[in-house]
């Protein structure tokens, strides 16, 4: 077993001494509001009563707490995929408590947007703030004070990162989250790609693309490439936030059951702890250990927004150079669709998280002494779950990569480093996913095409207007001008033109898909245009210069002499001026895109 790799340590001590006040303030908080809990037999009889009616079969044991109450904060609905399979699990999870004289109860709901289906709409626009909203969601749900664990019932997107921010306000308390497991595989990734470009092309019609997209996205479960909501489930692994190897079983199957039931008893079990709370667990070196985990799988680059946000929810500071420096150190060892062929059932099948996490420590790539919601520390996530006789939960050794196309040793990986790069220039700093962009493509210099919506890109498209070398500009995307939205539109069309032999990149405010792929891009740029950041200068025709390899984001243009173009009138409709305090209110994308964290001062 290897040492602690010295870059590792090197920015986890960095990240400590940053956040020592903040996350001592933290701390504070969080031991206050453990001491000051009330006790439910001091809580006025008319509280309690209101708390008690609606629980019917728990009402007693309510009464006379006879045991500890697990607080259920859920995301359900049956429009996104992922969170359909949660309608049943309250019933179930209050089973699983009254096997160990717990009771549960369901705290709350907070909403679940699909960005697969607000993709290119204007309802994309409130997508990042919906992560402000589930978290708001996510602190009134157990402001009620009558729970002694929370379970957090989450997924995709900002859903996952809401439930983590808002639930670390109430960090005294311990919490696991509970996913419901990908669907089946259905169409490969890879062919519904090629639809989607040929489509892009007009070689295809509607009728192609729907059924390629209805063949891929066809049941409930998670989609199964490896997005935001996939990565989000790698980080509850490495943060020891979920029950050991959960996070890739299916929905429905007797193993996913046992995982959920393994959930309730656990929290149970650490109802009245101090070492194993919330606040306990996601710490600093969590924290860092979910930054690896992104690395050396290739996870989405939304994390890059998301993971500040919920390391400064703890009173953690974590940042883009962070970011960057680990991945000089941490190998890519995991190809999954888009960065390789196969999807996350191939990746679970071929050992999954367990054999991911079991390699990183191996060769010291990771942080082993965390606190988790296990009975251990991070090794027991190095293990996978099955059932033994009788359907009893157990966990077993992973093994050897089932295959090597999709799962690597660390010692011997697809390539040396995490693929995640900070770009830097006169021109702001971006972030630009390496790992799904082919080698020879990480450097692009060519004059730029300015834009100020993905819709005016596709009409240029359309029009060929781009048929050759271009930097594509596409700016006023970031969270104070528009809510930040992914611009996944442009993902077809940049791959038809980079397939026709020209050098072409992105350079966005703006956030693209968390399957982004083959296309190098810097997106998340900071500042962003709004307000006359550096993108609001530039002009047509101005070289720009994009390099993953030596981190230049650059334009030989002298923005110092020029005007920023005014800011753009904001959009209503479809309830976005609805969010116009959270847009008004947003700080940078490297900070995570929040008004709600900038508001607070934290």
Known sequence: ?????????????????????????????????????????????SNLAHAFAGAVEDQEALK????????????????????????????RMKIYAREVGATAQVAGGTPAMCDGVTQGEDGMELSLFSRDVIALSTGVALSHA????????????????????????????????????PMPSGVANKEKQRVRQLYAEGKVGRE???????????????????????????????MGLHIPGAAFVQPGTKLRQALDRKAVHRLAELSGTRDKTLARCVDEKAIVNAAIGLLATGGSTNHAIHIPAMARAAGIIFDWDDLSELSSAVPLIARVY????????????????????????????????????????????????????????????????????????????????????????????????????EKERWTVEAPCRVFQSQADVVDAF??????????????????????????HKLTPILGVLQDRGYRVALVTDGRMSGASGKVPAAIHVTPEALGGGPLSKLQDGDVVRLCAE?????????????????????????????????????????????????????
């Open 1 to 45: 077993m290897s040492d602690l790799n010295p870059v590792i340590a090197n920015v986890t001590e960095r990240v400590i001494e940053r956040s020592r006040a903040s996350r001592q303030a933290y701390l504070d908080l969080m031991d206050r509001e453990a001491d000051r809990g009330p006790d439910r037999r001091q809580v006025s009889c």
């Open 64 to 91: 006379a707490a006879r045991g500890p109450n697990i607080g259920i904060v859920s995301s359900y609905n049956d429009m996104l995929s992922a969170h359909q399979p949660y309608g049943r699990y309250p019933d």
């Open 146 to 181: 009558m729970y002694d664990g929370v379970a957090c019932l989450g997924i995709c997107d900002k859903i996952v990162p809401g439930l983590v921010m808002g639930a670390l306000r109430f960090g005294h308390l311990p919490a696991i989250f509970v996913p419901s497991g």
């Open 208 to 238: 192609e693309l729907l059924a390629s997209e209805m063949g891929s996205y066809h049941s409930p479960g998670t989609c199964t490439f490896y997005g935001t909501a996939n990565s989000n489930q790698m980080m509850m692994e490495m």
């Open 338 to 437: 888009p960065n390789g062929p196969g999807d996350v059932n191939h990746f679970q099948d071929a050992g999954g998280m367990g054999y991911v996490i079991g390699s990183l420590l191996e060769e010291g790539l990771c942080h082993r002494d965390v606190a988790t919601v296990s009975d251990g520390d991070l090794s027991d996530y190095a293990l996978e779950p099955g059932l033994g006789e009788d359907d009893t939960l157990l966990w077993r050794e992973v093994g050897e990569s089932g295959d090597s196309d999709m799962l690597r040793p660390a010692g011997a990986p697809f390539q040396p480093d995490g693929g995640m790069r900070l770009v830097t220039g006169n021109l702001g700093r971006g972030c630009f996913k390496a790992s799904a962009v």
């Open 462 to 487: 359309k029009a060929g207007e781009l048929e050759k070398d271009v930097v594509v500009v596409v700016r006023f995307q970031g969270p104070r001008a528009n809510g930040m939205p992914e611009l």
């Open 550 to 602: 030596t981190g230049v984001l650059s334009t030989d243009a002298d923005l110092g002499v020029r005007e920023a173009v005014p800011d753009p009138e904001p959009a209503a409709g479809v309830g976005r001026e609805l969010f116009a305090m959270l847009r008004i209110g947003a700080d940078s994308a490297e900070k995570g895109g929040s008004a709600m964290l900038a508001s607070a001062g934290l």
